[in-house]
């Protein structure tokens, strides 16, 4: 066995304050789930629950850079990824804290046209403006698909809780808006 006559198989040596700390974590989860069990027989809902920490939850800043990118500084720095035409959607829904009414889109195309053509300066302008037409039509799945790849590259990141948050959000024929304080 190689093993036997090399150092290179002994099995690494445990921090001892790694070793303290993840016995610590352990115990607070073990103290939350029980606290946890103990709201839900006194009567308490999860959906309460779930309220109670979000509100806990401190929200992150959102810097965005001159080169377009997408920073929550306060989560380590964290880049948020999307390709340039969900970043687009989210740049204009950004522009309007009262929210956008889906089929109201069309007037917002001039507007997502120049947020799209500074992300894709080197594009055809035909080629823009086909892909900003599928998106401002209320009766295509254009718009609902970038939201989608939108509200993906938060979750992808983080917990749901917290990147509903900062993701496009809404109930059909009312306003779509992203809820972070701007």
Same mark, same amino acid.
């Given at each position: 066995?190689?093993? !036997?006559?090399?150092?290179?198989?002994?099995?690494?040596?445990?921090?001892?304050?790694?070793? $303290?700390?993840?016995?610590?974590?352990?115990?607070?989860?073990?103290?939350?789930?029980?606290?946890?069990?103990?709201? $839900?027989?006194?009567?308490?809902?999860? %959906?309460?629950?779930?309220e109670f920490i979000d509100k806990q939850e401190p929200l992150s800043? %959102?810097?965005?850079? !001159?080169?377009? $990118?997408?920073?929550?500084?306060?989560?380590?720095?964290?880049?948020?990824?999307?390709?340039?035409?969900?970043?687009?959607?989210?740049?204009?829904?950004? $522009?309007?804290?009262?929210?956008?009414?889906?089929?109201?889109?069309?007037?917002?195309?001039?507007?997502?046209?120049?947020?799209?053509?500074q992300l894709r300066p080197n594009t055809d302008e035909a080629r823009l403006n086909l892909t900003v037409t599928k998106v401002v039509n209320p009766l295509g799945n254009a718009l609902n698909e970038n939201i989608a790849r939108i509200r993906k590259a938060f979750i992808d990141k983080f917990d749901e809780h917290l990147a509903n948050n900062y993701i496009i959000t809404g109930e059909r024929g009312l306003q779509y808006y992203i809820p972070l304080d701007r």
């Open positions: 066995d190689i093993c !036997e006559s090399s150092s290179v198989c002994e099995e690494p040596a445990i921090d001892p304050d790694e070793e $303290r700390s993840l016995i610590d974590t352990e115990r607070i989860l073990r103290e939350l789930r029980e606290n946890v069990q103990k709201l $839900r027989l006194e009567g308490v809902s999860l %959906m309460a629950i779930h800043r %959102m810097v965005i850079t !001159e080169d377009y $990118r997408i920073f929550l500084p306060d989560y380590n720095n964290m880049e948020i990824e999307m390709g340039a035409l969900p970043k687009a959607v989210y740049f204009l829904f950004l $522009r309007y804290p009262e929210g956008i009414i889906y089929k109201h889109m069309p007037d917002y195309y001039n507007e997502l046209l120049g947020i799209y053509k």
